[in-house]
């Protein structure tokens, strides 16, 4: 494996071994594509390349939850200082993806029965992207346990759902296109009854959910 100046350590700190090397490798990868399709450069394959970088981070998080708990060497989690406010990233995806934006989810599937519940898929990239980089930033400082710690602690409270959900959005709206099966769509057999809430309704709901996880 290519040595990767942006994640080398600090002088006078030990290295970190080859999981740690690798699990980095695989976070920079992310934000750093992710961050590159929300330019916008090339929007006819903003999808497909979005399902291979969220497809490749799911293994990385698979194996961070598959590993026995990462006991950080600090008590107490350092001050990773400022970090992005990640709004220009969910911006720009929001406005790359604006006609396939909003999804359905149910949050829980363990859970009591509940109705599918509204998503971005802007919002929710963005939301990853900026739990990714806390840990980042505290790789690059040479705390390579708190950052896997935070890695594995915010991939089984958030962005592993988080991305699954967004997997599956993703490779719904690949197989709509590949199958010629047009968006919103009856399938033979399905029950017609719908919620009846509009395309607008949806989005504001997609808004709530979204401010109400920001504490706005």
């Known amino acids: 494996m290519s040595e990767n100046p942006a994640l080398q350590m600090p002088e006078n700190l030990p ?10 490798d695989s976070v920079k990868s992310f934000v750093v594509a992710v961050t590159e399709i929300a330019k916008g450069d090339e929007p006819g394959s903003a999808i497909s390349l979005l399902l291979l970088e969220v497809s490749q981070l799911l293994l990385a998080g698979g194996r ?10 600090d ?3 350092p001050d990773a200082g400022p970090e992005p406010d990640g709004v220009e ?9 604006a006609p396939i934006d909003v999804y359905h989810e149910v949050f829980d599937p363990y859970g009591p029965p509940e109705r599918p519940n509204a998503f971005r898929i802007s919002d929710d ?4 992207v900026s739990d ?25 409270s958030t962005w592993g759902s ?8 993703l490779q719904s709206l690949i197989a709509h296109v590949r199958m010629d099966s047009p968006i919103g769509a009856v399938p033979d057999g399905a029950d017609t009854d719908d919620d009846g809430l509009t395309d607008e309704q949806l989005e504001q709901q997609a808004g709530d959910l979204m401010a109400a996880e920001l504490g706005i």
């Open 15 to 24: 290295e970190p071994d080859d999981f740690a090397v690798q699990i980095a």
């Open 64 to 73: 961070l939850g598959a590993v026995e708990d990462v006991v950080p060497d």
């Open 75 to 77: 008590r107490f989690e």
């Open 89 to 97: 990233l969910r911006e720009n995806l929001a406005e790359l993806l």
């Open 125 to 128: 990239l963005a939301g990853v």
């Open 132 to 156: 990714l980089r806390h840990g980042l930033t505290h790789y690059e400082e040479g705390r390579v346990s708190e950052a896997l710690w935070w890695w594995q602690y915010s991939y089984l």
């Open 162 to 169: 988080t991305c699954t959900a967004v997997l599956r959005a």
